[in-house]
């Protein structure tokens, strides 16, 4: 295979570097969701009569951050792809596209979304919240007579 002109050289490039900020955004959205879910943790642990409502909420942001991580793995995915059509010089792709629309591969948004890896760390860190909510005693409730 000859090597590639400086247009294809170019192009690759800003596939690359597309590729790097999305595993950036991933990364991230990892660690917010980690940091989060353990502080509410942490708060349920040290109030041992927290309302249990206090650890559901922060199954919301588990799952949203779940969601959008399987986003931008999935467009890393579509880019990968992409990056793969512009070295193998597809001719569907125009010089300097970054439309992903006309390669295949990378998947579902769904399939991305379950991952091993994925499914892994929010799989894990939903029964940790599950377990939480099971051990965690009732508050009490309080019953005001006027």
């Given at each position: 295979?000859?090597?590639?002109?400086?247009?294809?050289?170019?192009?690759?490039?800003?596939?690359?570097?597309?590729?790097?900020?999305l595993?950036?955004?991933?990364?991230?959205?990892?660690?917010?969701?980690?940091?989060?879910?353990?502080?509410?943790?942490?708060?349920?642990a040290?109030?041992?009569?927290?309302?249990?409502?206090?650890?559901?909420?922060?199954?919301?942001?588990?799952?949203?951050?779940?969601?959008?991580?399987?986003?931008?793995?999935?467009?890393?995915?579509?880019?990968?792809?992409?990056?793969?059509?512009?070295?193998?010089?597809?001719?569907?792709?125009?010089?300097?596209s970054?439309?992903?629309?006309?390669?295949?591969?990378?998947?579902?948004?769904?399939?991305?979304?379950?991952?091993?890896?994925?499914?892994f760390?929010?799989?894990?860190?939903?029964v940790?919240?599950?377990?939480?909510?099971?051990?965690?005693?009732?508050?009490?409730?309080?019953?005001?007579?006027?």
């Open positions: 295979m000859s090597t590639p002109d400086k247009d294809t050289l170019e192009h690759m490039k800003m596939i690359q570097g597309v590729i790097t900020r595993a950036g955004n991933s990364f991230t959205l990892k660690n917010w969701c980690i940091t989060l879910v353990v502080a509410v943790m942490g708060f349920a040290k109030e041992r009569n927290v309302d249990e409502r206090l650890v559901l909420v922060a199954f919301v942001p588990a799952l949203i951050f779940w969601g959008l991580d399987g986003y931008y793995l999935w467009q890393e995915r579509r880019f990968r792809a992409l990056f793969d059509a512009v070295r193998a010089r597809t001719p569907a792709i125009d010089p300097y970054m439309n992903t629309k006309p390669v295949t591969g990378g998947g579902s948004w769904l399939g991305a979304t379950f991952s091993k890896t994925l499914l760390l929010y799989g894990t860190l939903l940790a919240l599950v377990v939480v909510v099971l051990v965690v005693e009732p508050a009490a409730t309080v019953s005001v007579t006027p």
